[in-house]
């Protein structure tokens, strides 16, 4: 059974509101000390009132103290740690690019995979950046395939050298 929706608006009644307001912050402190047993956490509650008089601070105004000093110290709290709309925004932009990149990227070798396989692959493809794309990977694969040449005779060079001397 769903609950209704209840209308939050603000209690008229002098009376009527200090009650509640008692009654609530009682609640509240109730449901802190249970988050604090049961969830083994630091927490503590502030709470103003409407007029002037000192605010409610539970378990006490140290433990409180101590509990809002430690989270003032703690990493999350730090200014580079928070974040504003437009810059998680921009970091997943970033992120996703990045991603975007390095599967373009692999459709590329897939595509010159098949190019390889089937002399045909590549008529149906008319985007001459996907045609781009393909050369810029089979030229990467040729440089790859190079370096690993290089290497190896480089390899060969040392063992004929190593060779000849015992």
Known sequence: MTRSMVMYQFIEDERVRNVTMRKRKASLMKKMNELKILCDVD??????ETDDSPPDVWPSPSEAHRVIQRFNKSPMW????????SAYLEKQIAKMKKQLAKEKEKNMKHL???CLF???ALSE??????????RSAI???IEAIDDMIKEAQEKAKKKMVFRTFF
């Open 125 to 134: 493809v008319n985007n001459q950046e996907v045609l781009d794309g393909v």
């Open 78 to 85: 730090s200014p580079n740690a928070l974040q504003d709309h």
């Open 43 to 48: 927490a503590c509650l502030v709470m103003y």
């Open 118 to 120: 089937d002399e045909n």
């Open 112 to 114: 010159m995979v098949k």
């Open 139 to 141: 030229d990467s694969e």
